[in-house]
């Protein structure tokens, strides 16, 4: 089914939080792991519009569709940190904007090279790449809306459940944009299906791992896929995956997730690779 573009962008906004009882948080206040887990995903909400830098130096930025929903995914995506930072301050912990620069500098140097690297390689690849971008921020987008239910199920606090259901809704059309586009490009090109094949086994990593201490991605990973539950979630964003034209067969999350030492399987063989930091 074709995506509704018009659609998202005339009804694309804030995530709504006005209406929820934040003192809840005060009277019945979240488990350590959960804040701990919150603060990873509000990093990964916060970095979105440095994903956006990434991205639009590709050939993506050609096609007025994906730039279009690329905006609003971006504002949407923005106001999913904001809201679970304020989840955080009633804690009594600090998220402000100087803690989203220091995330920011601790990327270093990779940072300030990797957009001309992708640039150079997209660039070369051509309208292709585009079909590999989608494909990675279905992924992602599936990754992390599993990401969000499990710790709906994890934590069973109302106010967070209301929350993160909303923001659940919103990734949800987002992994609807993705996974049409990615479907329909793959479908039409074997180069597409190739590239992408060959890029996401070479360089998909669990989403938030390229930009967090490996500690806390392995502490997320544990807490959030590490029993029966997240395995059988694991399999299912595979198995979405592997629908996708040209990626039967491929486990990349299991394998992904499993290289932190977390999952349903064993480490595989060989050194983590450094994925691509990519939306969520
Ligand atoms: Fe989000
Ligand atoms: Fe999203």
Known sequence: MTFNIA???????RVQVDDLDLDAFVRHPLSAATLRCLRYMSDVESHTVCYLRDVLVTPSHRDPDVTAFMSMWA????????????????????????????????QGLKDRISPVLQS???NTIGEDFVAVHMTWGAINEWSAHAAYGSLIEKEGHPELTKLLSRIQQQETRHLAFYASQARDRLARSRRARA???WTTQRFWAPVGSTIEPEEETRFVLRHLLGDEAGAKAIRQID????????MAGLTLVERGVARFGTGARTPAAGPRRKGRPAPG
Do not use: C, M, Q
């Open 7 to 13: 659609g998202y962008i005339n009804s694309a906004g």
């Open 75 to 106: 504002f949407e995506e923005f106001w999913h940190g904001e809201a679970i930072d304020e989840v955080l301050r009633l804690h009594g912990l600090k998220a402000d904007y100087e803690h989203i620069r220091s995330v920011r500098a601790a």
């Open 120 to 122: 150079v390689a997209a």
């Open 195 to 197: 590239l992408t094949r």
């Open 239 to 246: 198995e979405k995956v592997a629908k996708l034209p040209g």
